[in-house]
């Protein structure tokens, strides 16, 4: 298992490096443009959120102000891609969590049917996916809110959740990236996008790459070999 998650984290340094090239956050939407097929860039406030987690604590997308987030939406009883989505945010937080990003990165899960997804159910689903709560959060619905109220919170982030008679529901897959400012910067749809790009975006985030600095910084591959 160690030897894997050395071989992921190489190959998620490796795709950081042949972006050091990109001198902006724009010159790396290009690039991931040309490369990753399911990445929309987008530049936009995100839709706020105050939720609770597992063991009833408020959480609002404000805590996470000074933090990469990534972001998405399931609902623990679907039976086919909610695992799916989950696992591969599970990959994408392993690879991130070995660098020096760990702690400047927040991984948000939120469920669409807080009905049914509360307390355990909650905990017991990163358990079996891989989520690390270190920093890893499930969100649900605090008890004054309405039933609908993450599914609408969806909408807001461009998909929908609806409710089929037989108790499930029919949606799609997107997982979103918001900026330390809590700006909503890209969309990674489906869930065949490859995960280094993601990471590669994340970095940028994490280090301002569109802000300007007063003196020259090291390029991304300067910064990324000292994680070797």
Known sequence: MQF???????????AIASAASA?????????????????????????????????????????FRGKVVVLHFIYTNCPDVCPLHA???AEIQTMVNQSPMKDQVGFVTITTDPSRDRGD??????????LNPL??????????????ATRSLAEQFGHRFDKTDDGYQTHGIVTHVIDKEGRWRANFHGLKFEPTNLIMFVNALVNDVEKPHARPKPSLWDRMKGWL
């Open 4 to 14: 894997l998650r050395t071989v992921g984290l190489t190959v998620a340094l490796a």
């Open 23 to 63: 001198h902006s956050l724009k010159d790396l939407q290009t690039m991931l443009e040309d490369r990753e097929k399911y990445f929309q860039p987008i530049d936009k406030d995100a839709a706020g959120f105050v939720l609770q987690d597992a063991s009833g604590r408020t959480v609002s997308l404000a805590d």
């Open 87 to 89: 696992e591969r945010i």
């Open 121 to 130: 159910v909650l905990i017991e689903y990163g358990h079996t996916h891989g």
């Open 135 to 148: 920093n890893w959060v499930f969100l649900t619905t605090k008890p004054d809110q309405l039933e609908n």
